[in-house]
């Protein structure tokens, strides 16, 4: 019942644009802190951008400062995550997450704490 599901995820470009989707069902998202995280084979799972329940605040990582931007819509009990200026090393899955805390930085693995909700991930691949 309780679900996030990721969309928007697929193929681009370096240089290239897309825009990644979180819909969550069966509970309201206004209470939690968002985090976007992705893993890539053979690596941690990384935090990406984190958005506090209000969407006042928005932090990112040092890999994606400037070319990703987070944001929320809680009436449509969504999450958002713009990435533009996409590089080969954006490549990984990427997943939502929703948390009572602030989302920490990483994990070994993602899904990453069994606590928090977790969608359950989609691909973004770049390559030229």
């Known amino acids: 019942q309780v679900q996030l599901v990721e969309s928007g995820g697929g193929l681009a470009q370096p240089e290239g644009s897309l825009r990644l989707s979180c819909v969550a069902s069966?509970?309201?998202?206004?209470?939690?802190?968002m985090g976007w995280y992705r893993q890539a084979p053979g690596k941690e799972c990384e935090l990406v951008a984190a958005?506090?329940?209000?969407?006042?605040?928005?932090d990112y990582g040092d890999s994606v400062e400037g070319r990703f931007t987070a944001s929320r819509d809680n009436d449509k009990n969504s999450a958002y995550l713009q990435m533009n200026t996409l590089k080969l090393e954006d490549t990984a899955v990427y997943y939502c997450?929703?948390?009572?805390?602030?989302?920490?930085?990483?994990?070994?693995?993602?899904?990453?704490?069994?606590?928090?909700?977790w969608g359950p991930g989609t691909q973004v691949t770049v390559s030229s």
């Open positions: 997450n929703a948390n009572w805390g602030y989302p920490r930085s990483r994990y070994n693995n993602c899904p990453g704490s069994p606590s928090d909700f």
């Open positions: 069966g509970f309201r998202i206004r209470n939690y802190d």
């Open positions: 958005i506090t329940s209000d969407g006042g605040t928005t």
